[in-house]
């Protein structure tokens, strides 16, 4: 198996993976009725959102994707996309799109090279910085900086996460599908 792309952020002037959703109406390519494929080993799902935070809100503003239908999405007709190395198709610009979505996210930035796991998304513990945002119908409603309870997680315990508990098939199930997930609950 191989990392996992994050969908990228832009906030606050500065660049960051998405590395964490607990909540709803996150866009997904599903959304727009666009059928994905495997764009390469490390983007299983075919596709990679790009987010931005305009005047307090979330919109999706572009999107790089592996598809054969690619339908014009908010009047923006797709171009030949320029991550060819991921094998994608189709990418999506200056959509401004306002999401609707209600819960919060992870942002990270600075990953830690040594922190890197080759398997699903990276660990936030694996991030310099790590801000935590609330969400409400797309408006950001308050931010928590998390960079330093990551630093604490890291150092107590840097591979917590990083394999299976045990080689059992229900532990390295479990690993696999939490690899995967971008679920979180920071402990």
Same mark, same amino acid.
């Given at each position: 198996m191989t990392a996992q792309a994050p969908d990228q952020?832009?906030?606050? &002037?500065?660049?960051?993976?998405?590395?964490?959703?607990?909540?709803?109406?996150?866009?997904?390519? /599903?959304?727009? +009725?666009?059928?994905?494929?495997?764009?390469s080993t490390a983007c299983w799902r075919g596709y990679i959102m790009i987010y931005d935070c305009i005047g307090g809100s979330l919109f999706?503003?572009?999107?790089?994707v592996r598809t054969q239908n690619a339908p014009a999405i908010n009047g923006v007709d797709p171009i030949d996309s320029s991550l060819k190395m991921l094998s994608f198709t189709h990418a999506y610009e200056n959509l401004r799109l306002k999401t609707k979505f209600t &819960?919060?996210?992870?942002?990270g930035k600075d990953f830690i090279?040594?922190?890197?796991?080759?398997? /699903?998304?990276? +660990?936030?513990?694996?991030?310099?910085?790590?801000?935590?945002?609330?969400?409400?119908?797309g408006d950001i409603i308050s931010e928590s900086d998390l960079s330093e309870r990551m630093e604490k997680l890291r150092n107590q315990d840097p591979d917590k996460g990083a394999q299976p508990e045990s080689r059992a098939d229900e532990d390295v199930s479990k690993w696999i599908s939490?690899?995967?997930?971008?679920?979180?609950d920071i402990e």
């Open positions: 952020f832009r906030y606050e &002037g500065e660049q960051y993976s998405l590395i964490g959703i607990d909540g709803t109406d996150l866009y997904e390519a /599903g959304d727009f +009725r666009i059928e994905t494929q495997m764009a999706l503003d572009g999107m790089h &819960g919060s996210m992870l942002l090279d040594s922190m890197y796991v080759h398997m /699903g998304f990276q +660990r936030a513990m694996a991030y310099g910085k790590v801000i935590e945002l609330q969400i409400q119908d939490d690899s995967f997930s971008r679920d979180y």
